[in-house]
């Protein structure tokens, strides 16, 4: 067996896709059926990426011509990034939603010049990021361009329908707050779910806030995991990191996660003022000034918990003179 690949039950088959960054790997999924193969979020488009999928297509005996579908759980480039790339060697459907369709092409789109760099890069410096530092993310993501492409022609799918692949019936489920329009997919009879990057064992998924998208991402993302935890899950399989055999459990602890996070930042407000940028560097250290894309993360992601603290009247934000946003408590 190659080291990348892991046995599940039924010959379904985990593929870790590398990436070139510290997530290191993204988890791609091989789902045979009567009629051929089911690929789940394929991964990025790097020549380290295409040549695994070469070995491991070739070591399972598949040929492209027999997958039969794509599925990509939601728009992130990591699980994005290969579609169009495998459906030009196999000729199969890409399956995903029309809102994370939307957003692929919203910020990688050939059609149009897209204003999400410029968006995103005002935004982080009307809250306090140095110049340096947005000179820096504008060319990290300038970098992800060529990592999707081709765009796949896409079949849209959307919550609340089924769709039906390794001989099973899966329900389609709206996962919001990581990526909006992200789906996951559930098998009731065997209590089995793709969940994509909502729920990940040992870290935790992104919230970030994004110009242009849902004004409160974790409040979306926190009504999500309460939602997601009704369902029997028996064994979660994600985007990242290990299957999940304690579904319910790991749900509580990524609440808690960000429970205590929210407590902290309020914890740091009480004591002054600051802004979004001072903020992330109080949370996550200073140390992301020399990891661009780790940085733009982690500051969208301490707006998340900023703006959901503001719109709960527990913070307020006020412009300085310089037109920079800091936020107080309230208390």
Do not use: W
């Given at each position: 067996m190659l080291s990348a690949v892991t046995e599940l039950h039924h010959n379904w088959k985990l593929v870790k896709v590398p990436l070139p960054f510290s997530l290191k790997w993204v988890n791609s999924y091989i789902i045979p059926d009567s009629s051929g193969y089911t690929?789940?979020?394929?991964?990025?488009?790097?020549?380290?990426a295409i040549g695994l999928w070469e070995k491991v297509l070739e070591y399972l005996n598949i040929e492209w011509h027999e997958i039969k579908m794509i599925i990509v759980t939601h728009q992130h480039p990591d699980h994005y990034g290969l579609a169009g790339?495998?459906?030009?060697?196999?000729?199969a459907p890409v399956f995903m939603s029309s809102r994370a369709h939307q957003y692929a092409r919203r910020l990688w789109g050939t059609e149009a010049e897209s204003d999400y760099n410029d968006a995103l890069l005002a935004l982080f410096a009307k809250h306090g990021m140095p110049q340096h530092l947005l000179q820096a993310i504008d060319?990290?993501?300038?970098?992800?361009?060529?990592?999707?492409?081709?765009?796949?022609?896409?079949?849209?799918?959307?919550a609340g329908d089924t769709i039906t692949f390794g001989d099973r019936q899966w329900l389609l489920i709206d996962a919001p707050?990581?990526?909006?329009?992200?789906?996951?997919?559930?098998?009731?009879?065997?209590?089995?779910m793709f969940c994509g990057d909502q729920?990940?064992?040992?870290?935790?998924?992104?919230?970030s806030i994004v110009p242009g998208e849902e004004q409160d991402p974790l409040h979306c993302f926190l009504t999500s995991l309460e939602q997601l935890k009704q369902y029997k899950v028996r064994l979660a399989l994600p985007g990242h990191r290990d299957p999940i055999v304690n579904f319910a459990e790991r749900i509580e602890q990524l609440q808690q996660h960000h429970a205590r996070r929210l407590d902290k930042m309020l914890e740091q407000l009480q004591a002054g003022s600051y802004t979004a940028f001072e903020c992330c560097e109080l949370s996550f250290g200073s140390h992301l000034r020399?990891?661009?894309?780790?940085?733009?993360?982690?500051?969208?992601?301490?707006?998340?918990?900023?703006?959901?603290?503001?719109?709960r009247k527990e913070i307020v934000s006020e412009l300085s003179d310089e037109q920079i946003i800091y936020y107080t408590s309230v208390k």
């Open positions: 690929i789940i979020d394929p991964g990025l488009r790097t020549d380290e790339f495998m459906q030009e060697r196999s000729a060319e990290n993501l300038g970098e992800f361009r060529s990592r999707v492409l081709p765009h796949p022609e896409v079949t849209y799918i959307q707050g990581h990526a909006f329009g992200q789906l996951c997919l559930f098998n009731e009879k065997e209590q089995i729920v990940l064992d040992r870290i935790t998924p992104n919230i020399q990891n661009a894309h780790n940085l733009r993360f982690a500051m969208a992601e301490t707006l998340a918990h900023l703006v959901y603290l503001e719109i």
